[in-house]
Structure formats: structure tokens, C-alpha cells
């Protein structure tokens, strides 16, 4: 299958007193170059989705700009798949430092054209919207409930076709499910750069 990864750069940060996620750094290594040495591995079409070009005119990448004036990951999202050329795009926001490549493959293996969203269930039935994927065919539904001011991604699921892949079966890719840790306050920060040196992520 032809997937783009998009890496969602766009978030304000606020509980991290605004500092952009991307260019945190754990361990010396900010979240961003994380992101792109996972995504390089994986991907020939990278782009970032985010509010701002000049933030990231240091990178050689395209940089999707959100079209709604609200921020939140829904409009990263439409960005990222209006402006990719694949039909299909791995979406991770700046707030996972641990993606790990193994676990991106195998969320990949499971795209087949008849589906339109790809996204990781866990056991407690938690589904990971922001380490996903995504097809083209979700852009109307994702514009007519961001026109709506409603920006809870799974909000459309009803009205695509879902595949539900159990963390279980990507759990070879990824054997301590690192790549489902989030980064939202500094305490977070803090725990993030005990698990990248205890488990050299």
C-alpha cells in the first residue's frame, strides 16, 4: 500500500508551559528527530502537519498547514491527508517520542483498500487515534465535523470503515508498548528520559 507518514507538530504545548513539543529534547535527541529517524525508516513520503512553516524551515520537508483556525490533532489530521500524495497516511503527534518503527510496520501490514482507518485497540478498548491510520476518503467526513467545531477525532468512525488491530498482534514491533507513551507535563518529560535510558529508546 502507498502510506505517507505525517508527523502532527502543531499542538500549543500548554501544559508544558507552551513550549513546542517537537523540539523538546529527551536524553539530547529532540521529539521531532525521534519522529523523522522512525519515519525515514518506514516512509518515502514524510511530511509535517503543522500551524506554522517557519518553525521547521530548517527541515527539507513539506510542512501541511492546518486550514481551520482551531488547533487541535482532528485538524492536523486534514491537513496532513490534503496535502499528502498517498492515498493512505500514518498519523503520530509530538507528544510520542517512542514510536517504534517495528510497530509502525505492522499497523501498516494491515491496511487493504477496503478500510479507511487502521488504529491500534488495546486491551482496555482504548483505541490509539494519534498513532494511526488514515485514507483520503475520511477528508469530507473529517471537514464536515471540523465545520461543526467538534474536534474529537473518532467522532466520524461511524461513518468509514474501521479496522480495529488488537496491540497484541503489534506487540512484536514493539515488545514494551513504548510507542503509546505520551508527553504532557513535565513529569511526563521526566519519566520519558527514565524509559529512554533504561530501555535505550
Given at each position: 500500500?502507498?502510506?505517507?507518514?505525517?508527523?502532527?507538530?502543531?499542538?500549543?504545548?500548554?501544559?508544558?508551559?507552551?513550549?513546542?513539543?517537537?523540539?523538546?529534547?529527551i536524553n539530547?535527541?529532540?521529539?521531532l528527530d525521534?519522529?523523522?529517524?522512525?519515519?525515514?525508516?518506514?516512509?518515502?513520503?514524510?511530511?509535517?502537519?503543522?500551524?506554522?512553516?517557519?518553525?521547521?524551515?530548517?527541515?527539507?520537508?513539506?510542512?501541511?498547514?492546518?486550514?481551520?483556525?482551531?488547533?487541535?490533532?482532528?485538524?492536523?489530521?486534514?491537513?496532513?491527508?490534503?496535502?499528502?500524495?498517498?492515498?493512505?497516511?500514518?498519523?503520530?503527534?509530538?507528544?510520542?517520542?517512542?514510536?517504534?518503527?517495528?510497530?509502525?510496520?505492522?499497523?501498516?501490514t494491515e491496511?487493504?483498500?477496503?478500510?479507511?482507518?487502521?488504529?491500534?485497540?488495546?486491551?482496555?478498548?482504548?483505541?490509539?487515534?494519534?498513532?494511526?491510520?488514515?485514507?483520503?476518503?475520511?477528508?469530507?467526513?473529517?471537514?464536515?465535523?471540523?465545520?461543526?467545531?467538534?474536534?474529537?477525532?473518532?467522532?466520524?468512525?461511524?461513518?468509514?470503515?474501521?479496522?480495529?488491530?488488537?496491540?497484541?498482534?503489534?506487540?512484536?514491533?514493539?515488545?514494551?508498548?513504548?510507542?503509546?507513551?505520551?508527553?504532557?507535563?513535565?513529569?511526563?518529560?521526566?519519566?520519558?528520559?527514565?524509559?529512554?535510558?533504561?530501555?535505550?529508546?
Amino acid at each position: 500500500m502507498d502510506i505517507a507518514g505525517i508527523i502532527l507538530a502543531g499542538g500549543l504545548g500548554t501544559r508544558m508551559g507552551y513550549v513546542k513539543k517537537a523540539f523538546m529534547e529527551i536524553n539530547g535527541t529532540t521529539v521531532l528527530d525521534r519522529l523523522l529517524s522512525v519515519y525515514e525508516s518506514v516512509f518515502d513520503e514524510i511530511l509535517i502537519a503543522a500551524r506554522d512553516r517557519e518553525d521547521f524551515r530548517h527541515i527539507d520537508l513539506p510542512v501541511a498547514r492546518d486550514r481551520f483556525e482551531a488547533r487541535s490533532s482532528l485538524t492536523g489530521i486534514h491537513a496532513g491527508l490534503a496535502e499528502m500524495r498517498a492515498e493512505y497516511g500514518f498519523f503520530a503527534a509530538c507528544d510520542a517520542p517512542f514510536v517504534q518503527a517495528g510497530l509502525v510496520e505492522r499497523l501498516c501490514t494491515e491496511v487493504t483498500p477496503d478500510v479507511d482507518v487502521v488504529i491500534p485497540l488495546k486491551e482496555d478498548g482504548y483505541r490509539e487515534p494519534l498513532c494511526a491510520v488514515y485514507s483520503k476518503r475520511c477528508l469530507p467526513h473529517i471537514e464536515a465535523q471540523l465545520n461543526r467545531e467538534n474536534f474529537r477525532i473518532i467522532d466520524f468512525f461511524d461513518q468509514v470503515t474501521v479496522r480495529e488491530v488488537p496491540v497484541a498482534r503489534l506487540r512484536d514491533g514493539d515488545p514494551d508498548q513504548v510507542s503509546f507513551f505520551n508527553v504532557n507535563s513535565p513529569d511526563d518529560l521526566r519519566q520519558a528520559e527514565r524509559l529512554a535510558r533504561e530501555l535505550a529508546v
